[in-house]
């Protein structure tokens, strides 16, 4: 199964199996991992799944599509060109395996 | 607004300082054992209009779920119980079953389940999302904010905040974010409430279905006038997207009438109570005239303190059990996020008015699937155009100490009348 690794800002990191589709927000919410809160269930419309993704893993992810941009603005956190909206990150296919580092503030 | 530049966010700004809060995420409860919810019979709807703080305080104090028979609903006061109801929608159906939503206003999202809610969520497009908002609605905001804010000049100290003020110019906004070019701010009121009464007719007077199935009718035929009419002069507006996607008529006319119903209130109720807040928290005043970067922070803790929708309903899938009471298949459910913002495990010295506290997720907007659909316009029109015109344009801006103002409600809840007077 796919797997996401989730960094705390405290450098803490916990190993999550997802099923093929999984999202990096609807995995976090389901383990209870700290610091995703996934406020509109994916709806790309609260910027609470807010994750940055490996440097050398982005490239392998479907591109970020324009709900996806708008709402990175409105991240807590400062977007850098790695930010994401965990939930609109799937597991699957080429994306068998992802690091994520949960940003310091999602509200 | 114009003067930020593109890759902010258009309401909050783009960093914030760093804060320890931290997402509370309550571990989901097994299906197992548990027991029976308490009946809370003390319980009285004019209490709860009144005032439900103190209500909600007791209930959450005993348990997260109680029976109450007034209500004729399972209440949930507690923020983790809500929150688990709010992510879990295969155990919690929106599609409640004689549901007087459905009755006034025809079978919209709200009361659907995925599949299907996507598809209708789907249809509004791109109009209310945080780019369209930015290009587009920001400036009609403003011309409508600087129209009523004049008449509200105009009447003179003594005038209604809430009626002069908030009521038409939120009525006007989503007038034109709905797109009916032939009706009035006026019409919007009046359908808003007639429909709203409609879905909280739990006493089944015939003359208040009369009403809403009147308003109904009259939504109806602006519906089917405007879709033409968008489909050769298409705007911004919802039922310009709606008239080019594929979607059933009748589904188009429930999600118009509930937006109507949960579009126009909302913000001017949540605008009164931060107006009301403020006024009545002189140092919190006085904080955000000299940063205006904290209005987003006075709307924030103004929809966590009175939630404008407090208790919105959920229909258990089976019988299980939650943070501890046992429900079984079929329980209609009160999810009370009003009593779920109060939350002492969750935020502190809760009963407070404080936009300084620390920030945590509130559960005013809903959450999961459903979650609602006009957060940003709300915050756009509210915290980023009205509230700094209306402390900038009316100096020394207080209550009327001679008539007191009204806060009621419960289901939903806001200022009533609130007399305002300022130096001219
Ligand atoms: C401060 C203002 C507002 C508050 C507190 C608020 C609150 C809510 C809540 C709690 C829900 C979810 C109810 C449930 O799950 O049963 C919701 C849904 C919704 N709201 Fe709002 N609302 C506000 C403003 C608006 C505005 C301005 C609009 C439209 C322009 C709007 C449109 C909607 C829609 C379409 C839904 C249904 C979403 C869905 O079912 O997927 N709301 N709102
Ligand atoms: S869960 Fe809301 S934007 Fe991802």
Not at chain 2, 373 to 389: D, F, M, N, S, Y
Not at chain 2, 390 to 418: H, I
Request: contains cysteine; hydrophobic residues 40%; aromatic residues 8%.
């Amino acid at each position: 199964m796919p797997t996401i690794i989730y960094s705390q800002p405290d450098g803490t990191s916990t190993e999550v199996e997802v099923a093929d589709g999984g999202n990096v927000m609807r995995a976090a919410v389901n383990e209870g991992i700290a610091g995703i809160v996934g406020e509109c269930g994916g709806q790309a419309m609260c910027a609470t799944c807010h994750v940055y993704v490996d440097p050398q893993d982005a490239a392998s992810l479907s591109p970020v599509e324009d709900d996806e941009d708008e709402m990175l603005d409105c991240t807590t956190a400062e977007r850098t060109e790695f930010s994401r909206l965990g939930c609109q990150v799937k597991l699957g296919g080429p994306v068998q395996r992802l690091r994520v580092s949960i940003p310091s503030d999602q509200v | 607004m114009s003067t930020i530049p593109p890759a902010t966010c258009p309401f909050t700004g783009t960093t914030a300082a760093p804060l320890d809060a931290k997402a509370s995420t309550p571990a989901a409860s097994t299906d197992t054992d548990g027991r029976e919810a308490p009946v809370a019979d003390w319980v009285r709807i004019e209490d709860l209009r009144r005032n439900p703080f103190p209500i909600y305080q007791r209930l959450r104090a005993e348990a997260p779920v109680h029976w109450v028979p007034a209500v004729n609903r399972y209440m949930v006061t507690s923020y983790a119980a809500a929150h688990e109801i709010e992510q879990d929608e295969a155990r919690f159906s929106a599609n409640e079953r004689e549901s007087l939503m459905k009755r006034a206003m025809g079978h919209s999202m709200l009361r659907k389940d995925n599949p299907e809610h996507q598809i209708d969520r789907d249809s509004y497009g791109a109009t209310l999302r945080p780019g369209t908002i930015k290009k587009h609605w920001n400036a009609i905001f403003e011309a409508n904010n600087t129209k009523y804010l004049e008449e509200l000049k105009a009447k003179g100290p003594g005038a209604d905040f809430v009626w002069d003020y908030a009521a038409p110019y939120t009525g006007e906004n989503l007038r034109l974010i709905c797109g009916f070019h032939n009706a009035t701010h006026q019409d919007m009121q009046r359908w808003s409430q007639t429909l709203i009464d409609g879905t909280g007719n739990y006493a089944d007077d015939p003359q208040v279905w009369a009403k809403a199935a009147a308003s109904s009718d009259e939504v109806d035929t602006a519906i089917d006038e405007m879709l033409v009419y968008l489909a050769k002069n298409p705007d911004h507006s919802l039922l310009s997207n709606l008239a080019s996607f594929p979607i059933p008529l009748e589904a188009i006319r429930a999600n118009l009438k509930m937006t109507i119903g949960g579009g126009l209130n909302e913000p001017r109720d949540v605008l009164s109570t931060t107006v009301w807040a403020l006024l009545t928290h002189p140092e919190q005043l006085a904080a955000v005239k000299t940063d205006p970067a904290l209005y987003a922070k006075a709307f924030e803790e103004s929809v966590r303190w009175v939630a404008p929708i407090g208790m919105y309903p959920r229909e258990t899938t089976r019988d299980l059990v939650l943070e501890g009471i046992r429900l079984p298949a079929g329980a209609r459910l009160g999810v009370v996020v009003g009593a779920a913002n109060r939350d002492p495990q969750v935020f502190e010295d809760p009963e407070s008015f404080n936009i300084f506290r620390p920030k945590k997720p509130h559960l005013a907007f809903g959450g999961g699937v459903h979650f609602c659909a006009g957060t940003w316009i709300a915050r756009a029109q509210v915290a980023q155009i009205a509230l700094p015109q209306v402390f900038g344009q009316l100096p020394g801006l207080r209550l009327d100490p001679e008539t007191p103002s009204v806060d009621e409600g419960w289901v939903f809840r806001g200022m009533t009348r609130m007399p305002v007077l300022w130096n001219h």
